[in-house]
């Protein structure tokens, strides 16, 4: 009995077609998979270099109110532009300052950076608290006693 699937001068032309088709989706697949992991790397890149600016600014303000003694003010619209994988990327700094109710010498700051990607703004935000060490305790606590 003679085999449907093979002939004695080679394979047949729909056993070509589908080895095609299988290698082709397997490849699309691959190529779907490296575009991928480099759009993930460019997010990563970004997100970094976001929190590497988070940190300086951060020390920035510190040590603006370390040396002045005075809180810092607000600033918006700031913007450091990027070159990161051989593209623009601008970060815009939004940093606004507040004070405390009831407590003095006790300043939040909220620093907010944004970027584009794509059609969308990714933004980190963090907040850190400014406090101003050198008030007096109050006249009838003792001196060891804790602040």
């Known amino acids: 009995m003679k085999s449907v699937f093979k002939s004695s001068r080679g394979y047949t032309f729909l056993e070509l077609m589908l080895t095609v088709s299988i290698l082709a989706i397997g490849v699309v697949g691959i190529y779907r998979i490296l575009l991928a992991s480099l759009d993930y790397q460019t997010q990563l890149s970004c997100r970094m270099y976001a929190l590497n600016l988070m940190e300086h600014e951060t020390a920035l303000l510190e040590n603006q109110y370390r ?42 700051v909220q620093i907010v950076i944004t970027w584009p990607d794509r059609n969308q703004i990714i933004s980190l935000k963090r907040e850190i608290y400014l406090a101003n060490l050198n008030i007096k305790s109050s006249p009838n606590a003792p001196d060891n006693a804790p602040l």
């Not at 619209?77 to 623009?88: A, Q, S």
């Not at 939004?94 to 109710?101: A, E, L, N, S």
């Open 67 to 108: 040396a002045t003694g005075e809180f810092p003010q607000s600033e918006n619209g700031k913007v450091v532009d990027v070159v990161l994988d051989r593209r623009n990327v601008s970060f815009t700094f939004t940093i606004t300052t507040g004070f405390v109710g009831g407590i003095n010498g006790l300043m939040p």
